[in-house]
C-alpha cells in the first residue's frame, strides 16, 4: 500500500522553474512538495545558464530571495558582437532603456533551494519511477518511490517542471500533442575556468573558424564558448587547444587580454530548437525545458521557464484567491505567445553568428549582409537590444 500526501500544488523537478515557482507560490500562500529526480549535490553543482533578464530578476527580487543576487549578480548595459575581427557595442541602457543581469544559473538554485529548506515545504531528492495520473479529474495525483517506499501525492493541480528529458511531457495524448523541432548541425563546447573575464561585458563572435562566446560568472570566474562539431570528443580539447582557439576566434584590434587557467568544467552541448503544444492537459501545467528548448545564443532557456511559472503562478493565484479560472485556461495561449517570439529570436541569433556550411551558399551571404546591417543601423539594434534584455511578460 502506498503512502499518501496531499498537497495543493505538486511540482516536478528542482529546476530553476519548478523551484521559482514552490517559492512565488508560498509567498502567495500556496502549498507544493517538490519531487527532484536527482540529489541536492548534483543539482547544485549542475553548470548551466548566466544571463538574467530585469523580469527575471523582479521575479527573484517577488520571491523574496535576491539577496546575493543584488549583491554579486553583475549589471550589464550592453554587448559586444565581433565579426571577422571588427568588434562594435549593442547598448541596451541606450537602445531600450534595460539592462540584464549576469549571475549563475547554479547561484540562483542555491538560493532557491536554501529558501525552500528555510521552511517553505519538502523537496523530495531522488524521487524514482516518478508519474502522473488522473489529469483530467479535479484530483490528479503523482506517484513516485522514495527511501524504498512507494508514494502517492494527491494533488489539486501538476506542474510538470522537469526538463527536456522527464516524464510530464510524455503524459500528454498523442492525439494532441505537437512538436516542432529544428537541430543544427554544430554544437557548443564550454569551458569554465578561475580567471577574470577578458572583457566587462560579454563579447559574441561571428569568425571564418565559428563562433565563440566570451561571458563570466564573476569578476574572477570566467565561462567561454566555441562552436564545435556535434561529434566533437572533449578528449580531443586539452585546456591549451581551447585557450588557442579562443584567441584566434575572438582575436580583434585592439585584442582582448583572455586570461589562461585550468579549466574546472568542460563539456559539449549540442544546440536545439523545441516547443510541444499544448503546454496544458487537464491539471497537469508544463513549464520551462519541459515544454521547449532555444539554443543558447540568445540565453533565453532559464529566462523563459521563468516567465512561464510567472504565468502559471499568477493564473493559480487567481483560482485560489477569487475561484477564477480564466488565467489556468489561457495559460497555453498566453505563454506559448511569449514562447515563440523567444524561439524566433534564439534561432535567429544562432544563425546570425554561428559559420554556416557551405561558405559560398546563398544563406552565408544572407548572413554576411545582415552581420553588416546590424553593424551599421541603430534600429537593427534595437531590434536585437529589445529581444535580449527580454520582452515584457
Ligand atoms: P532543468 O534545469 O532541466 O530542471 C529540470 C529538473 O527536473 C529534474 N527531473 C526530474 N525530476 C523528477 N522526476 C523526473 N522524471 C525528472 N526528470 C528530470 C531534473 O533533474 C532537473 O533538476 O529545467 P528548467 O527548470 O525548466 O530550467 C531550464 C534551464 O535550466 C535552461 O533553459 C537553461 O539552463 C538554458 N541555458 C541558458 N538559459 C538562459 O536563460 N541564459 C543562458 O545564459 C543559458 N545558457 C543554457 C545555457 C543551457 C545550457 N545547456 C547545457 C543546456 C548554457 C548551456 C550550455
Ligand atoms: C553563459 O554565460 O553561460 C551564457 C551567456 C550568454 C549566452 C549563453 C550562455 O548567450
Not at 126 to 132: F, G, L, N, R
Amino acid at each position: 500500500m502506498a503512502i499518501q500526501q496531499r498537497t495543493q500544488v505538486g511540482i516536478i523537478g528542482a529546476g530553476p522553474a519548478g523551484l521559482l515557482l514552490a517559492r512565488l507560490l508560498k509567498v502567495h500562500g500556496i502549498d507544493s512538495v517538490i519531487l527532484e529526480a536527482r540529489s541536492r549535490a548534483y543539482v547544485e553543482a549542475r553548470i548551466r545558464a548566466g544571463v538574467l533578464e530585469q523580469g527575471t530578476v523582479s521575479l527573484m527580487e517577488e520571491a523574496g530571495v535576491a539577496d546575493r543576487l543584488q549583491r554579486d549578480g553583475l549589471v550589464h548595459d550592453g554587448v559586444e558582437i565581433t565579426v571577422a575581427g571588427r568588434r562594435f557595442r549593442v547598448d541596451f541602457r541606450d537602445l531600450v532603456g534595460k539592462t540584464v543581469t549576469v549571475y549563475g544559473q547554479t547561484e540562483m538554485t542555491k538560493d532557491l533551494i536554501a529558501a525552500r529548506l528555510a521552511g517553505d515545504g519538502p523537496i523530495v531528492w531522488e524521487a524514482a519511477d516518478v508519474a502522473v495520473h488522473d489529469l483530467t479529474s479535479a484530483r490528479p495525483s503523482i506517484s513516485y518511490r522514495a527511501a524504498g517506499l512507494e508514494q502517492r501525492l494527491a494533488c489539486d493541480f501538476i506542474a510538470g517542471c522537469d526538463g527536456f528529458h522527464g516524464v510530464s511531457r510524455s503524459a500528454l495524448p498523442a492525439a494532441i500533442s505537437q512538436t516542432y523541432e529544428r537541430t543544427y548541425p554544430f554544437g557548443w563546447l564550454g569551458i569554465l575556468a578561475d580567471v577574470p573575464p577578458c572583457s566587462d561585458e560579454l563579447i559574441y563572435a561571428s569568425h571564418a573558424r565559428g563562433f565563440s562566446l566570451a561571458s563570466m560568472r564573476s569578476p574572477t570566474r570566467s565561462r567561454y564558448y566555441i562552436q564545435c562539431a556535434l561529434d566533437e570528443k572533449i578528449e580531443d580539447w586539452p585546456d591549451a587547444r581551447i585557450w588557442d582557439e579562443l584567441e584566434l576566434r575572438l582575436g580583434a584590434d585592439p585584442p582582448p587580454h583572455i586570461t589562461r587557467g585550468p579549466s574546472i568544467e568542460k563539456s559539449v552541448a549540442p544546440l536545439r530548437s523545441f516547443v510541444s503544444t499544448p503546454m496544458q492537459h487537464g491539471r497537469l501545467f508544463l513549464a520551462g525545458d519541459a515544454a521547449h528548448i532555444v539554443p543558447p545564443t540568445g540565453a533565453k532557456g532559464l529566462n523563459l521557464a521563468a516567465s512561464d511559472v510567472h504565468y502559471l503562478c499568477r493564473a493559480l493565484m487567481a483560482f485560489y484567491r477569487k475561484s477564477n479560472d480564466d488565467m489556468l485556461i489561457s495559460y497555453n495561449d498566453t505563454a506559448l505567445a511569449r514562447v515563440w517570439k523567444a524561439e524566433r529570436f534564439s534561432w535567429w541569433m544562432t544563425m546570425l553568428l554561428h559559420k554556416l556550411h557551405p561558405e559560398r551558399s546563398f544563406e552565408a551571404q544572407m548572413q554576411r549582409a545582415e552581420l553588416d546591417y546590424l553593424a551599421g543601423s541603430r534600429a537593427a539594434q534595437t531590434a536585437l537590444a529589445e529581444n535580449y534584455v527580454g520582452l515584457p511578460f
